[in-house]
């Protein structure tokens, strides 16, 4: 299985392939999002090679469709006719929303709908409220809603079906309420969209092929649905019956001329001619390396000079945003997460080592850098730079080390014992709240599990959408998260840092907790290196905004004096 994202109109689509040359492309409802259903779908239909969407705004799909009809069909079309699909299916609540993209891809030869009965229930009551809440309880009502979604009939809370399909794995639920979770005001934008899919004059432009329990009597088995499918998958799109290519510009015109417009806004059909690409600050991308497949963000012009921009553990890049916005005036930035975090492939479930995971960056770096690449790293991703910098310095400009961890064995020990708790998905989502109680004590706590005065931080909490998203990172990682954090506890800085020959900056700022360490760090560092302190730690939430800006300056002038 493979990821991938499309450029559209509106921002990327993310899609998971179960083969090179898909015929049937799957729009995922509430039950699930588009990794775990395409695993399911591996497993138990190997012979059904598929692709399946995330829907906008939906873990790796950008939200700007999220919000009509119009533009999420359109994007949606949009990887329907890249692909060469002749199958749309929806599932519950993307039934109409499958019918207004099918009517779009003049390619289209077949429309399914599954468990319909979903969506018409959805239309009678009010979306979950996953607001982000201080105590992160918004966590646990989505996780119950989609739970309950595969467990009894729509609309209906109290009596499971008889004959339904199986409950998925706890971890293949926690993949699709934390994909929901990335991005929760795109997750109700969205039930609207579902909602109001069936007004969109295009969703009855290809009559609906079959349908799979349109009573809604209860959730569908995958594999019954699937083998109600057409045999002809993995073909190309035919030609349309009058011999004209599905792109003819007069089709698009056409199409566009028909699409739901905005509410408020102006139509947003499928334009004819090429993709025009919205400017987006961060793209997202994945990467293929000797352990699998490495999810990317990229930042800036791709013929600026690359930058590596590498993370803290145990969560993803997406914390590094803020940074990138302001390095992507200058360079590429280009950001991964680590084999075993964020949305990266999860291959090791074993200790494993910085030296290894800098290997797999270097892969990165050559495939996106062509030729020697800027870097900066914070904490986990420090030790990671600086192991680059000693192995593979061919690759390496200049480097920014920030907080690289040197600790006293003794405290390194105990972390080891207590820091690094299971993450594991249960069938009750009670990970959720562990997640969520790691991630705010890490603000109060240094290390966080010691929850007394004499280990208070001088940090205020953050605000729950910032709490939010730095659980989400977590969770996104899930029980592979310590695999990274380990290793950068292991990794022995003081032996490795004398060996640095690259020029480097070692730095932290006054909030972090590893600020302490820059004494340390400058007696074990070689000459030539700068060592000093910086006015903020710009991934940080609650820091000041001309500090941050006067941070990332002294980063721009360090590296750009190469």
Known sequence: MQGRHFDTGHGQIRVWLTDDRP???????????????????????PGHPVAVADLPGVGGSAP??????????????????????HTVVGLDMSCDLAAAVAGRVPGCRELVQVDR??????RETAPPDVTPRGDGTHLSRLWQTVRNAHLFAPGSERATVPGRAELPSPAALDRTVVAFAERPEAFIALWQTWCRAGEDPLAGGRPVTAQVNPEGTG???VHEWLGR?????????????????PDRPEAARDRARRALPLAGGPACGTPSGPVVIRETAIRRAFTDTSVGQIHVRLAGDPAAPPLLALHSAPGSAGLLEPLMRGLAEDFHVIAPDYPGNGESDKPWRDEIDIGRLADVMAEVAERHAGGPAF?????????????????????????????????PPDFTADILEHYLPPLRADRFGSHLVRAWG?????????????????????????????????????????PTYHLSYAAAFRYPTRDRLPKLTVPALICAGPDDMLADNLPALRSAAPDGVTLAATPATCWYPDQDPA???????????YLAAA
């Open 438 to 478: 790691m991630r705010h004590d890490m603000f109060l706590f240094w290390p966080w599990y010691r929850d007394r005065t004499a280990a208070d931080r001088p940090l205020r909490v953050p605000r729950a959408r910032e709490l939010h998203d730095w659980t989400v990172g977590l969770l996104q990682s899930g």
């Open 219 to 221: 959730p569908t088995p």
């Open 375 to 407: 870097l900066w790293g914070t904490h986990t991703g420090a030790l990671i730079a600086l192991e680059m910098c000693v192995r593979r310095a061919d690759l390496v400009r200049r480097a920014v080390l920030e907080a690289p961890p040197l600790l």
């Open 64 to 85: 700007g469709a999220a919000a009509g009809v119009g533009p999420a069909a359109d994007a949606l079309a949009r990887v329907a006719g890249a692909l060469g699909v």
């Open 547 to 557: 500090a941050v800006a006067e941070t990332v300056r002294r980063y721009r002038d």
């Open 117 to 122: 009965g979903h969506l018409t229930a959805a």
């Open 229 to 245: 499918l057409s045999k002809a998958h993995g073909h190309p799109a035919p030609e349309t019956p009058d011999g004209a290519s």
């Open 23 to 45: 015929g049937v492309l799957l729009l995922p409802g509430i039950r699930w999002s588009g990794r775990p259903l395409a695993e399911e779908i591996a497993l138990c239909a």
